[in-house]
């Protein structure tokens, strides 16, 4: 009876040391990040302030988290695995596929409606940045999905598509005249003939030597950029970017726009709208063409590619056709992306275009699942979509103070949110995927026999 009631004391113990150790590597951590702010006085002199309650305030929530799981979550899951699990019917996949993928769309086709009931006028942020470009990062990432996920090519440099749809949009409107409809094509277009180019400089590269090389071209492009001052504008960027309108009626004030046309009150959330649909319509084709590649024999050999080159080769595949293959389709739908970020923005510059962009959709394809659609959406909704609900935070400032600024902490909260997928989700958020091809009945593999619960 003593040793029976002494294991839960000494796992409480145990429970507090591991909070200790937590707490004193939080502090470590976040005494150089948060502890010490440098601020510039009106001297012009750099001067070194500190900000303990906020640090101890972050401190005690780390230590505070760690001790609910150790004490609470980690029993819960451990009687959890050996009851069983969870009883369900389906596969997780299989219900995601059943039952998520009406809603989500149902959700999205009147997420801009309901905020424009709800909001009104002031609807605008809601639809640009919390749909707008959520969807585009969404694109993207789904581009970038075929090389990376599918193809297995680790790209770096995802982002020179990004810009090369971006800046045909932005130079054909503007020294052409061109209207968005007729530029969005030629932005992919474009973008796909800089990825055949790609493909080829890097046929023989592989892992860590094949994302240099992709950093490089991407650094490259936006060094000539900012250099090509007659052509593109160095950083001053190049602004009065064509926006889409509705054939041919432009969303504008005058008599003969939107408004104007339809007896409605002018407002600048018709023109978000109009635009937020338009790209919902380009992501459901992006969703259908890489659904149809990945299923055609392009796609297989994609797969194959992703899994072993060197066995590609041995059976036949012509590793090659693959390759490019996979930096042309992923380059498209880069370069139609960033013609709806011009269009969005009605601006453009190489600061839009940093390896910080690359390094984000990156990061949204292996946190949603490398291969997973589904999965590369959740992740773009979370990152994009928290990133812009820090903004909306300010009820903090009356806790830590009024020179609290949430969105400075985006990136700390970023990189904990991969520490914890790579934990505890190592294959991304959705990391099953539907296989290319059965050949038999499906049957459910028992989670004993994998290393992350059922398959």
Not at 95 to 108: D, E, F, I, S, Y
Not at 229 to 246: D, E, F, K, Q
């Amino acid at each position: 009876m003593h040793k029976v009631s002494s294991a839960p004391a000494s796992r409480f113990g145990g429970a507090l040391r591991s909070t200790a150790a937590s707490a004193i590597l939080a502090f470590a951590l976040l005494l150089p990040l948060i502890g010490f702010d440098t601020v510039v006085n009106i001297r012009n002199e750099l001067v070194l302030k500190t900000r303990w309650p906020l640090l101890f305030a972050m401190v005690a929530i780390v230590a505070g988290l760690r001790f609910l799981q150790l004490t609470l979550l980690a029993p819960w899951l451990a009687d959890l695995r050996q009851r069983g699990g969870f009883k369900t019917s389906l596969p997780a996949s299989a219900m995601l596929t059943q039952w998520g993928k009406p809603v989500a769309l149902g959700l999205v086709l009147i997420y801009p409606i309901a905020a424009f009931a709800l909001a009104g006028g002031g609807a605008g942020k809601w639809i640009d940045n919390f749909g707008v470009q959520i969807l585009i990062y969404v694109m993207l990432g789904w581009g970038l999905n075929i090389v990376v996920g599918l193809a297995g090519l680790l790209d770096l440099g995802y982002v020179a598509f990004y810009a090369i749809g971006a800046y045909t949009c932005a130079l054909l409107g503007r020294n052409f005249g061109l209207s968005f409809w007729t530029m969005l094509p030629l932005a992919g277009i474009f973008a796909a003939l800089w990825g055949i180019v790609l493909g080829f400089t890097v046929l023989r590269l592989r892992g860590d030597y094949l994302a240099v090389v992709t950093l490089a071209f991407a650094e490259i492009l936006r060094i000539v950029l900012i250099n090509w001052v007659p052509v593109t504008n160095g950083y001053a960027g190049i602004s009065g970017i064509p926006r889409p309108n509705l054939f041919g009626i432009p969303f504008d004030a005058s008599p003969s726009g939107f408004a104007g046309r339809f007896g409605l009150e002018f407002s600048p959330v018709y023109r978000l709208m109009f635009l937020y649909y338009v790209v919902l319509a380009a992501l459901v084709f992006t969703a259908f063409i890489v659904d149809r590649l990945r299923r055609l024999p392009i796609g297989r050999a994609w797969e194959a590619l992703r899994e072993d080159e060197i066995a590609c080769r041995s059976l036949g595949i012509n590793t090659t056709t693959s390759k490019v293959t996979a930096f042309a389709m992923g380059a498209f739908f880069g370069g139609v992306a960033g013609a709806f970020f011009a269009a969005r923005q009605g601006f453009i510059s190489p600061e839009s275009v940093n390896f910080g962009e690359s390094a984000l959709i990156l990061a949204i394809v292996v946190l949603g699942g490398m291969g997973s659609p589904a999965g590369i959406a959740i992740a773009a909704i979370a990152i994009i979509g928290g990133t812009e609900a820090l903004r909306e935070l300010d009820f903090l400032k009356h806790v830590f103070g009024d020179q609290f600024d949430p969105t400075q902490y985006r990136m700390l909260l970023f990189g904990f949110a991969m520490v914890v997928i790579i934990a505890w989700r190592p294959r991304g958020l959705v990391g099953s995927r539907e296989p290319t091809a059965i050949l038999k009945d499906r049957k459910l593999i028992a989670a004993a026999l994998l290393r992350e619960g059922r398959g």
